[in-house]
């Protein structure tokens, strides 16, 4: 079992629905962190948390809304998505965000808009 | 412009010999380097990490780092066919005071039985 969980594992959203990607770690980290991985391109960071406060927001559009409750879960709310925004959404973990500190991932979110 | 290049592939390597991934990168200050594989349809997972200069053994896995010359590289002996992946190579680099992961596209892998 991966002690990154992430559901859910494929969504299928038109341009004007809403919907939430959720992410739980069971590692006790306490850094967070949403990429974008597209295909043949390497994986964008999009946000990052420690210690549930939002310590990297690498100019990502608004209609992408980060939301960590405590150290263990993270949101990502979607709203009114372009085409381009179709990809395999990633969440990560690791204990502290230092440079040090390597980070692991849950098995991802495959997203398509249509 | 903060980079890692790594050389798409793919790279085709016979079962039982040593495959040899490479990876450069832009920013001379940076001091943690990782690598990891990902499977078709799946997440990366963590294969080894690096901080200093020389190589660092883990099984069949041997990772080397020149700082000097800003490369890191991964070393596969007995290559098997499980090892047929996409490796990933990523580097922590300063970002405008605050360190973050930069990522290379990543090489295929393919071991041929």
């Known amino acids: 079992e991966t002690g990154v969980t992430q559901t859910p594992r494929h969504l299928v959203m038109g341009m004007t629905n809403k919907k939430s990607l959720k992410c739980e770690q069971h590692l006790g980290h306490n850094a967070m962190y949403w990429y974008k991985q597209s295909a043949k391109k390497p994986l964008e960071l999009m946000f990052v948390?420690?210690?549930?406060?939002?310590?990297e927001n690498n100019s990502v559009p608004s209609r992408f809304s980060p939301e960590c409750p405590n150290s263990s879960h993270l949101f990502l709310h979607l709203h009114t998505l372009q085409p381009e925004d179709s990809a395999l959404y990633l969440c990560?973990?690791?204990?502290?965000?230092?440079?040090?500190?390597?980070?692991?991932f849950g098995d991802g979110t495959r997203l398509s808009i249509l | 412009q903060k980079e890692v290049e790594q050389n798409s592939g793919p790279l085709s390597v016979p079962e039982g010999a040593i495959a040899s991934l490479n990876c450069t990168y832009s920013d001379r200050g940076s001091q943690s380097f990782f690598w990891y594989r990902q499977y078709s349809g799946k997440s990366p997972e963590l294969i080894m990490f690096?901080?200093s200069n020389g190589d660092k053994e883990d099984g069949r896995f041997t990772a080397q780092l020149n700082k000097a010359s800003q490369y890191v590289s991964l070393l596969i002996r007995d290559s098997q066919p499980s090892d047929s992946a996409t490796y990933l190579c990523?580097?922590?680099?300063?970002?405008?005071?605050?360190?973050?992961?930069?990522w290379g596209a990543g090489t295929k892998l393919i071991i041929k039985p």
């Open positions: 948390y420690s210690l549930e406060e939002r310590v």
């Open positions: 990523a580097v922590n680099m300063d970002m405008d005071s605050n360190y973050q992961l930069i």
């Open positions: 990560a973990s690791s204990q502290g965000s230092g440079v040090y500190q390597p980070q692991h």
């Open positions: 690096i901080y």
